[in-house]
């Protein structure tokens, strides 16, 4: 191609949860193995996608719930995401979800408290992100903003929109994220880049030098 624009499209959630569980599995604590969001990501994410890319921002696509201390904490980290160089942050409220029921079909009953501790169940859902992201997705495309989106997911309800994209504009969508997951998303881009190949660069030497996998010796 004869530009190279990258622009980066993170769904947080969904990349999140699949690091934690890359960093469990490599006996890492999550808490000292985090995502080097300002600058390590991006720069590290379009050396990847294409060595030649001119790297014009990073869109992050969050939900909270608003009831959650733990989660008015992340929406302040996500404030402060959005004033990182390059970056957009999205962020929408979690909303209700249908109360837990007993599974018992002759019961059915609400389920407000755990039986075992008497923590309140709450059951939260994400309304909002996945069209947030389609919708910059497309228009960032329409608006000729890219030539090489990176696109952080594993959701394959992207699937159609990639495939639209890379037609209809004749753009290119770089699959980022872990070995092991889905492939469908991965097969509908133009290119995929795993995570996994290039740990070292995400990580201070200290984690990916000494953090042994369960079972290594």
């Not at 569980?21 to 490599?26: L, P």
């Not at 599974?103 to 389920?111: A, M, P, V, Y």
């Not at 990176?150 to 992207?158: A, G, I, P, Q, Y």
């Amino acid at each position: 191609m004869d530009q190279n624009r990258i622009r980066i499209f993170v769904d947080f959630w969904n990349f999140q949860l699949a690091w934690n569980d890359y960093q469990k599995a490599k006996g890492r604590d999550r808490k000292e193995a985090k995502i080097p969001w300002e600058e390590t990501l991006p720069n590290v994410l379009v050396q990847r996608a294409n060595p030649k890319g001119i790297y014009v921002g990073t869109n992050v696509y969050a939900s909270i719930d608003p009831e959650s201390e733990a989660d008015r904490k992340l929406n302040r980290f996500l404030h402060a995401m959005d004033g990182f160089p390059g970056y957009n942050v999205t962020v929408k409220d979690r909303r209700p979800a249908s109360p837990v029921r007993c599974t018992n079909e002759d019961c059915r009953k609400e389920i407000f408290q755990c039986p075992h501790c008497n923590v309140e169940l709450r059951r939260t859902v994400e309304k909002g992100i996945d069209t947030a992201l389609l919708t910059d997705l497309i228009r960032s495309a329409f608006d000729n903003t890219f030539d090489q989106a990176v696109l952080v997911t594993e959701d394959s309800d992207f699937v159609p929109a990639v495939r639209f994209i890379q037609e209809r504009w004749t753009k290119q969508i770089i699959h980022a994220f872990f070995r092991g997951r889905s492939d469908e998303l991965r097969n509908a881009c133009w290119k995929h880049v795993f995570f996994d190949d290039f740990m070292v660069e995400l990580l201070p030497p200290s984690l990916t030098s000494t953090a042994p996998s369960p079972g290594s010796s």
